[in-house]
């Protein structure tokens, strides 16, 4: 019986505790929707905007519809001659069909701009919140710290409290869901051949080559069918990164990535990354053995599936990587799909993937890498009859360039 797709695991709900007043939460929130709407994620809930001074009131506010962009007035205005104002209950119970959408929808994920005074008390947007995560779909609020017992209780606990910032946003998201998003960004283009080498496979349309190595050797018979992918277009093989358990299917599937991420036009900076890290103080580890590593980094701590002299097994990434400095990890975890769980184990590091298998596109970096530096193909023939043949990367980098991206530091 063939495996079921492999699909990212259930998200807790995901509560940003803050303190008095929430506009800052309100737009961080706003803008994490935003992004992931972007990107091509099925986004739902409301969101909360304040508009400034209204006809009675110093702060108008309003209930905003992720999906659609209507505009829900939900300020009640408590008298002429003062300028207070409060939530108005019919106006949040009108904005509430729209949460009831989107869990109809089935969204990727469901914002609810707050759980305050209302649904501390059962009333507001409680039940349709409640009804959400009874329904497995990712629930993400603000909770003010005042109300933060009567949360925990309607919940019972099974929640994650987060800090007002969006990297806190980004680790509660989850590295599993980086492949989702970046077959996101995929162009449905036609692929004109896959090829299958003994270490390294490549995709390719008419836009560009990806590559990506192999974690399995060929059948026995050294026999086997590229043609087993012919007809289907690149998004649809790009979807096997994520998806698929055959461990050449996934490798096809990280290719497919890179056919789309480093095209030939992409500029950066030159080398191949492994020196971005060698006069860091500190633990620095190292995730592969690469070439002329003692060389480059000779303070490196390097873990490898086959260790050789002075390297960690595997399983000295749980002891290692908490607490570093700096992580460099091959590509090759991009394309067997262990990323993931090093990403999290690494969290608080400085993290560079490095290799010709990695997807050179700023939508990683949210998910915790710093610098990426990978391989554009220039002479396609090349590459494709290096690999075809048998070859590794030291054979093919003569027939392409490596490009280095650094995420902008937030100002």
Request: glycine content about 12%.
């Amino acid at each position: 019986m063939p495996l079921p797709p492999a699909s990212p695991p259930p998200l807790r709900p995901g509560a940003v505790i803050h303190g008095p007043g929430s506009q800052g939460v309100d737009t961080l929130l706003d803008g994490f929707a935003a992004e992931l709407k972007r990107r091509g994620f099925r986004v739902g809930g409301l969101v909360q905007r304040n508009r400034g001074p209204g006809d009675d009131c110093a702060e108008s506010m309003e209930l905003v519809d992720v999906a659609t962009g209507r505009a829900y007035d939900i300020t009640q205005r408590l008298g002429r001659e003062s300028q207070s104002c409060r939530v108005d209950p019919t106006g949040v119970a009108e904005a509430s069909q729209a949460i009831r959408q989107a869990v109809a929808a089935k969204v990727d994920l469901l914002v609810v701009n707050k759980f305050a005074g209302l649904e501390s008390q059962g009333d507001g947007l409680s039940d349709e919140m409640l009804a959400a995560i009874a329904e497995g779909i990712p629930v993400l609020t603000s909770v003010g710290s005042r109300y933060l017992n009567e949360w925990q209780t309607a919940t019972g606990g099974f929640c994650e409290l987060l800090s007002p910032t969006a990297e806190s946003l980004w680790r509660w998201w989850g590295p599993q869901r980086l492949y989702d998003d970046l077959v996101q960004g995929v162009a449905d283009a036609r692929v004109l051949r896959v090829v299958t080498g003994a270490q390294w496979v490549l995709v390719e349309t008419d836009a560009g080559m990806g590559v990506a190595a192999r974690q399995t050797p060929p059948a026995a018979d050294g026999v086997e069918d590229a043609q087993r992918w012919a007809g289907r277009s690149l998004r649809d093989l790009a979807a096997m990164a994520g998806q698929s358990w055959d461990a050449l299917e996934i490798a096809i599937g990280a290719a497919a990535l890179n056919a789309h991420y480093n095209r030939p036009d992409l500029t950066g900076a030159p080398g191949n990354g492994l020196d971005l890290f060698a006069g860091v103080d500190g633990r620095v580890v190292v995730i592969g053995g690469f070439p002329q590593i003692a060389r480059r980094m000779p303070q490196a701590r390097v873990i490898d599936m086959n260790p050789q002299e002075d390297e960690f097994p595997e399983a000295a990434c749980d002891w290692l990587l908490p607490g570093a400095d700096a992580v460099a990890v091959t590509a090759s975890a991009f394309a067997n799909r262990t990323l993931p769980r090093l990403l999290r184990v690494s969290a608080g590091a400085r993290v560079a993937m490095i290799g010709p298998g990695t997807p050179l596109t700023p939508r990683l970096f949210d998910y915790g890498i710093e610098s990426l530096a990978g391989f554009v193909a220039v002479d396609r023939e090349a590459v494709a009859r290096t690999i075809a043949g048998g070859g590794g990367s030291r054979d093919f980098h003569p027939h392409g360039r490596m490009v280095t991206l650094h995420r902008t530091p937030n100002l």
